[in-house]
């Protein structure tokens, strides 16, 4: 069983920065696929970014590409989502999830992940 607890979300303001974190639990960790997704009120659950188990492969949805970056640090059981450039449109509640099997690519389907954490609200004003 994996437990996974986001932390760094907030109010900020557009143009801003925030840093996400996700840590978990689990001894293997470090042979996961991890992701972040984000869902705002009344709309899907949309993959937002998204590494591999070594952290050398990483996916980016177009809508956050070159602002956004994930990161992980497996000796500290950790992914992070450093969020740049913040827009308004950003504002959401996002989620870290954790895929168990051993993968050399990023998942990026909503239904491939076996673990959720609670959700971090984001809000960004204009």
């Known amino acids: 069983q994996v437990q996974l607890v986001e932390s760094g979300g907030g109010l900020v303001q557009a143009g801003g920065s925030l840093r996400l974190s996700c840590a978990a639990s689990?001894?293997?960790?470090?042979?996961?696929?991890m992701g972040w997704f984000r869902q705002a009120p009344g709309k899907e659950r949309d993959v937002v970014a998204a590494i591999n188990w070594s952290g050398d492969s990483t996916y980016y949805a177009d809508f956050v590409k070159g602002r956004f970056t994930i990161s992980r640090d497996n000796a500290k059981k950790t992914v992070y989502l450093q969020m740049n450039s913040l827009k308004p449109e950003d504002t959401a509640v996002y989620y870290c999830?954790?895929?168990?099997?051993?993968?050399?690519?990023?998942?990026?389907?909503?239904?491939?992940?076996?673990?959720w954490g609670q959700g971090t609200q984001v809000t960004v004003s204009s």
């Open positions: 999830a954790a895929d168990q099997r051993i993968r050399g690519i990023p998942t990026t389907g909503v239904y491939e992940y076996d673990y």
């Open positions: 689990g001894r293997t960790f470090g042979s996961y696929a």
